[in-house]
């Protein structure tokens, strides 16, 4: 059974700081892997995919990477801004299309 | 905007009644997925549907029950509430059973009294 583990569970630093997310898997025969930003009471929003072949993707400020042989993945922020509070979730993309999700990190980024 | 919609989103129910929440897919999108997400926990998987039939199903006693319509819409339904239904219910929709990015919509809050 997947398990997804995400550390830590919040995160507060000072607007402009680069931070680190690090999301971790048991099993590592995954299709790929998706972080999402949830914002309170909201919906998810995805702002990465990694496929199970790639060891990185980019999107502005947002880099994820993917060792899948050690079952982890990291999301790195650059420039942290107050609008990019909130909660991150990574999930693991198994058969059938099944995310299976970690917990969680709360950032909270402070003028 | 993913232009996954959900409805309604909000409800509150009592226990033992029944409930149906709906799901309005992005056109194209073949294959809906449904998430249960408790306070503070990642959203958990419930089942899948793939052109109307559905193809996975995650750790929900049969209870939980859906429907996938050719409109791309879908519906989750539970019957005999509990307590422990109370929870923030996606839906998500993709353009195939294979990997690809999973768009989710913005969530019905169902409290269970």
């Known amino acids: 059974k997947q398990e997804v583990t995400q550390i830590p569970a919040a995160l507060s630093v000072p607007e402009g700081e680069n931070l680190v997310l690090n999301c971790s898997f048991t099993?590592?025969?995954?299709?790929?892997l998706q972080w999402f930003r949830q914002d309170p009471g909201k919906g998810l929003t995805s702002l990465l995919l990694?496929?199970?072949?790639?060891r990185e993707q980019t999107s502005g400020r947002l880099n994820a990477s993917l060792d899948k042989s050690s079952g982890r993945s990291t999301l790195y922020i650059a420039a942290s801004q107050p609008g990019d509070s909130a909660t991150y979730l990574c999930a693991v993309g198994g058969t059938a299309s099944k995310l299976t999700f970690g917990t969680g990190t709360r950032l909270q980024v402070t003028l | 905007e993913t232009g996954v919609t959900q409805s309604p989103t909000h409800l509150i129910k009592t226990r033992g009644q029944q409930v149906t929440l709906r799901c309005s897919s992005q056109?194209?999108?073949?294959?809906v997925s449904w998430y249960q997400q408790a306070l503070g926990q990642g959203p958990q998987f419930i089942f899948q549907?793939?052109?109307?039939?559905?193809?996975g199903r995650g750790n929900f006693p049969p209870r939980f029950s859906g429907l996938q319509f050719p409109n791309y819409s879908s519906e989750l339904n539970v019957n005999a509430l509990e307590l422990d239904d109370s929870a923030l219910y996606l839906c998500?929709?993709?353009?195939?059973?294979?990997?690809?990015?999973?768009?989710f919509g913005p969530g019905t809050r169902l409290l269970v009294l």
């Open positions: 099993d590592s025969a995954i299709y790929n």
């Open positions: 998500a929709s993709s353009l195939a059973r294979s990997q690809e990015t999973q768009y």
């Open positions: 549907y793939y052109r109307e039939e559905e193809n």
């Open positions: 056109s194209g999108h073949n294959t």
């Open positions: 990694i496929q199970s072949s790639q």
